[in-house]
């Protein structure tokens, strides 16, 4: 993709937007664009630098992603609201052609990668609890105060904010600016995330700990969950790509799969709640450190009507009335409101499903069930607004146990996967 019309291809200590913005590191990449940690030169301070591929259509989505990044950071000068800021927007002209460019503030390590480094067993639920309060607040906020719909919400999209301010205390951090290209290090300085070096350091204190009094491996596990006590679970909500106006909507299927409301399979319309429901896919695979519907194809049906099977599976039946009023609603239902080729359901519950297959503790269980399932609802209209859902009392509560640690066995089996149910 590094060709013309692709993306830029950077190098440390390159210089944007009339050398304001020293290039440092790779912070990731998407279909749009590679993110660069860059040092602000007028800020002292460490920002994100996103470089769109050069092509039209790319510039287009770009410029559509800084008017709705511009109303979001207009609207919120204290930045307080739980939504990345734009700092800034320039071009910038490469052999690849010409690259819109965003500045944004620096955040740390997604969701994703949090839930992936606690090695998919599920976060404790006190940090559950304070990511959800973040998210919820970054929905109100979008939602209530500007009318935009994210349509993309799931752990990837979600940043951590980093409590370390880099360029302030760039020892504790390991940041040090590179303000000149290096001569031949393109490796640049070491810039690892917060979380990325605790459980490194974790890492070896449980391995020395292994070598030296031959400490159980049960020990090793603890160490790498233990070590997220110490980090403070603030989030923000990025990636505004694909958002949309409740008014002024752009396409028909949104969201990732795995995410995506009934509403949006069934082409019923949306509105914000198809981000309530997201947020509950998000909510539940913080907690258990799995995707909350995972559907995939299979003999005689589609990776839709696998969607809806496994919904009705772990909420109940789809009320007829919701089941057939889509566009699309006779793809998959007949009209008494059953699903076509997935004739037999196994029918779960949310707080058994917590209890059997997540070794949830009851109470925790049925807690945690009864802040999700509202969310949940097949009604769309029915669904708690981001405001209402910030003050279910679910959110105040602490249990003082967190979840039950699983062990090394549960880890291993929670590759299953959830769409075999109604095999
Ligand atoms: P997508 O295909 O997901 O739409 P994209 O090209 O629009 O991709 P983003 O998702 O905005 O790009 O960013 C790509 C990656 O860069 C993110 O997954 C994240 O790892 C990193 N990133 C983005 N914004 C920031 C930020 N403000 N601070 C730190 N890292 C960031
Ligand atoms: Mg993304
Ligand atoms: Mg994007």
């Given at each position: 993709?590094?060709?013309?019309?692709?993306?830029?291809?950077?190098?440390?200590?390159?210089?944007?937007?009339?050398?304001?913005?020293?290039?440092?590191?790779?912070?990731?990449?998407?279909?749009?664009?590679?993110?660069?940690?860059?040092?602000?030169?007028?800020?002292?301070?460490?920002?994100?630098?996103?470089?769109?591929?050069?092509?039209?259509?790319?510039?287009?989505?770009?410029?559509?992603?800084?008017?709705?990044?511009?109303?979001?950071?207009?609207?919120?000068?204290?930045?307080?609201?739980?939504?990345?800021?734009?700092?800034?927007?320039?071009?910038?002209?490469?052999?690849?052609?010409?690259?819109?460019?965003?500045?944004?503030?620096?955040?740390?390590?997604?969701?994703?990668?949090?839930?992936?480094?606690?090695?998919?067993?599920?976060?404790?639920?006190?940090?559950?609890?304070?990511?959800?309060?973040?998210?919820?607040?970054?929905?109100?906020?979008?939602?209530?105060?500007?009318?935009?719909?994210?349509?993309?919400?799931?752990?990837?999209?979600?940043?951590?904010?980093?409590?370390?301010?880099?360029?302030?205390?760039?020892?504790?951090?390991?940041?040090?600016?590179?303000?000149?290209?290096?001569?031949?290090?393109?490796?640049?300085?070491?810039?690892?995330?917060?979380?990325?070096?605790?459980?490194?350091?974790?890492?070896?204190?449980?391995?020395?700990?292994?070598?030296?009094?031959?400490?159980?491996?049960?020990?090793?596990?603890?160490?790498?969950?233990?070590?997220?006590?110490?980090?403070?679970?603030?989030?923000?909500?990025?990636?505004?790509?694909?958002?949309?106006?409740?008014?002024?909507?752009?396409?028909?299927?949104?969201?990732?799969?795995?995410?995506?409301?009934?509403?949006?399979?069934?082409?019923?319309?949306?509105?914000?709640?198809?981000?309530?429901?997201?947020?509950?896919?998000?909510?539940?695979?913080?907690?258990?450190?799995?995707?909350?519907?995972?559907?995939?194809d299979g003999?005689?049906f589609g990776e839709d009507e696998d969607?809806?099977?496994?919904?009705?599976?772990?909420?109940?039946?789809?009320?007829?009335?919701?089941?057939?009023?889509?566009?699309?609603?006779?793809e998959f239902?007949?009209?008494?409101?059953?699903?076509?080729r997935?004739?037999?359901?196994?029918?779960?519950?949310?707080?058994?499903?917590?209890?059997?297959?997540?070794?949830?503790?009851?109470?925790?269980?049925?807690?945690?069930?009864?802040?999700?399932?509202?969310?949940?609802?097949?009604?769309?209209?029915?669904?708690?607004?981001?405001?209402?859902?910030?003050?279910?009392?679910?959110?105040?509560?602490?249990?003082?146990?967190?979840?039950?640690?699983?062990?090394?066995?549960?880890?291993?089996?929670?590759?299953?996967?959830?769409?075999?149910?109604?095999?």
């Open positions: 993709s590094y060709r013309k019309g692709g993306y830029h291809a950077v190098r440390v200590g390159d210089p944007f937007n009339s050398g304001r913005y020293i290039a440092q590191r790779k912070l990731g990449w998407g279909q749009f664009s590679t993110v660069w940690l860059a040092y602000d030169t007028h800020s002292s301070k460490f920002v994100a630098l996103k470089i769109q591929k050069s092509a039209a259509q790319f510039t287009q989505a770009a410029l559509h992603e800084i008017e709705v990044l511009s109303v979001i950071t207009n609207g919120d000068p204290s930045n307080s609201n739980c939504v990345v800021q734009l700092i800034d927007q320039f071009k910038h002209s490469g052999p690849n052609g010409q690259h819109q460019c965003m500045v944004l503030e620096f955040l740390g390590d997604s969701l994703l990668r949090l839930i992936r480094y606690n090695r998919y067993k599920g976060l404790k639920l006190n940090k559950v609890r304070e990511i959800c309060k973040c998210i919820l607040t970054g929905l109100d906020y979008l939602h209530r105060e500007l009318g935009i719909i994210h349509t993309d919400l799931k752990p990837e999209n979600i940043l951590l904010v980093s409590t370390i301010d880099p360029a302030k205390d760039p020892i504790r951090s390991g940041l040090k600016p590179i303000i000149e290209r290096p001569e031949c290090n393109l490796n640049g300085g070491s810039t690892m995330s917060i979380i990325e070096k605790k459980l490194k350091r974790r890492a070896r204190n449980a391995v020395a700990k292994i070598s030296g009094r031959r400490a159980s491996m049960g020990g090793a596990l603890q160490n790498s969950e233990r070590c997220l006590d110490g980090i403070d679970m603030r989030c923000k909500v990025v990636d505004f790509g694909n958002a949309c106006w409740a008014d002024k909507q752009f396409a028909e299927e949104i969201q990732t799969r795995q995410y995506r409301a009934p509403e949006v399979i069934l082409r019923s319309g949306y509105s914000f709640s198809v981000d309530m429901w997201s947020f509950a896919c998000t909510a539940f695979e913080l907690a258990t450190g799995e995707m909350m519907f995972a559907p995939k003999q005689g969607h809806l099977a496994l919904m009705m599976e772990l909420l109940g039946k789809m009320p007829r009335k919701i089941a057939i009023g889509g566009a699309q609603s006779k239902f007949d009209r008494h409101g059953d699903l076509k997935i004739r037999r359901l196994k029918f779960w519950s949310l707080d058994r499903l917590l209890v059997d297959r997540f070794k949830f503790a009851e109470t925790d269980a049925k807690e945690f069930a009864e802040f999700l399932s509202p969310l949940l609802d097949f009604t769309p209209e029915k669904r708690p607004t981001a405001q209402q859902c910030l003050q279910h009392p679910w959110l105040n509560l602490s249990s003082s146990t967190g979840k039950k640690m699983t062990n090394e066995a549960d880890v291993e089996n929670l590759d299953a996967g959830m769409s075999k149910l109604h095999v």
